[in-house]
C-alpha cells in the first residue's frame, strides 16, 4: 500500500477514523510489522478498477492479540486515484461484527454504540502514535 499511495492520501476505516498522508502510511507498516509471523491472512476478491477508481474486497484472517479471539473481518473498500496513486481509500465493514468477534460479551453488548467507535478510535491513534515515535527513534 505504500508504494500506491499518494503523498496526500486520505484514509479511512471504522477502526482508525480518518489518517491522512504519512499517517496513513504508518498504519500500514504498524499492522504489517505487529502482525509478521502470526496466524495474519488476506484475501482479496472483486477487484475493478478505472483510471479514476476502483473498489476491491478484503477479507482478514486473524487473532486479535488484546483478547486471543479470532477474527474474520469482511471489508469492502473503495479507492479514488490521482497521479496513478490511490489519493482516497475507504474501508467499510461491521464494525459490531467486527467487535462481537474480537471483543466477545463486551462487543456484543456494546460494540454498537458510538461510544465503543470513539473509544477505539482514540485508541488504535494512540498505538499508530507510539509506533511512529519508536519508529522515529530507531531511523
Request: glycine fraction near 8%.
Amino acid at each position: 500500500m505504500l508504494k500506491w499511495y499518494h503523498d496526500d492520501v486520505t484514509f479511512e476505516d471504522p477502526a482508525f477514523g480518518i489518517l491522512r498522508g504519512e499517517k496513513a502510511k504508518s498504519m500500514w507498516r504498524m499492522l504489517c510489522q505487529t502482525q509478521q509471523g502470526k496466524d495474519f491472512k488476506v484475501i482479496t476478491s472483486n477487484i475493478e478498477y478505472t483510471h479514476e477508481a476502483g473498489k476491491a474486497r478484503w477479507e482478514a484472517y486473524y487473532t486479535f492479540s488484546k483478547t486471543g479471539r479470532k477474527v474474520h473481518n469482511v471489508i469492502n473498500a473503495t479507492f479514488k486515484f490521482k497521479d496513478c496513486k490511490i489519493i482516497n481509500h475507504v474501508d467499510r465493514f461491521s464494525l459490531y461484527r467486527w467487535s462481537r468477534q474480537a471483543m466477545g460479551i463486551k462487543g456484543l453488548m456494546f460494540g454498537w454504540t458510538g461510544g465503543f467507535k470513539r473509544k477505539l478510535n482514540a485508541q488504535t491513534k494512540i498505538l499508530l502514535s507510539e509506533f511512529e515515535k519508536k519508529r522515529a527513534l530507531k531511523n
